[in-house]
């Protein structure tokens, strides 16, 4: 099924193997969860507009499915968000701020 109009062109086929890769860790992780029917249909979006949207050939760096590239990526930017976290929930019920919070000293 998701290969119907894969790899017809040099320039797809460039992309299959890594997006094949890609699709089956997401489905092991996901066959975990019982939303998993879901979470299938919200890749598949994902991915089918990710795909069409590709101009390039994929860099060395970039040849590698999802879970291989992601947490490179986030490490990079995990110290920015966790602040951008704390400082969105930093706030007293009534708008003023509490004061300097860091994200290790936020819990639920």
Same mark, same amino acid.
């Given at each position: 099924?998701?290969?119907?109009?894969?790899?017809?062109?040099?320039?797809?086929?460039?992309?299959?193997?890594?997006?094949?890769?890609?699709?089956?860790?997401?489905?092991?992780?996901?066959?975990?969860?019982?939303?998993?029917?879901?979470?299938?249909?919200?890749?598949?979006?994902?991915?089918?507009?990710?795909?069409?949207? %590709?101009? @390039? &050939?994929?860099?060395?760096?970039?040849? !590698?499915?999802?879970?291989?590239?992601?947490? #490179?990526?986030?490490?990079?930017?995990?110290?920015? %968000?966790? @602040? &951008?976290?704390?400082?969105?929930?930093? !706030?007293?019920?009534?708008?003023?701020?509490? #004061?300097?919070?860091?994200?290790?000293?936020?819990?639920?």
């Amino acid at each position: 099924m998701l290969q119907i109009g894969r790899g017809e062109d040099h320039f797809d086929r460039q992309f299959v193997d890594i997006d094949f890769e890609s699709f089956d860790h997401f489905l092991n992780k996901a066959n975990t969860f019982d939303d998993r029917v879901e979470l299938l249909e919200n890749w598949i979006a994902r991915k089918e507009t990710e795909i069409k949207s %590709r101009v @390039n &050939l994929p860099t060395l760096e970039m040849k !590698k499915p999802d879970h291989k590239i992601s947490p #490179g990526l986030l490490k990079k930017i995990q110290h920015a %968000r966790e @602040n &951008l976290v704390a400082n969105m929930l930093v !706030k007293e019920s009534d708008g003023d701020l509490k #004061g300097k919070t860091t994200y290790k000293q936020l819990n639920s």
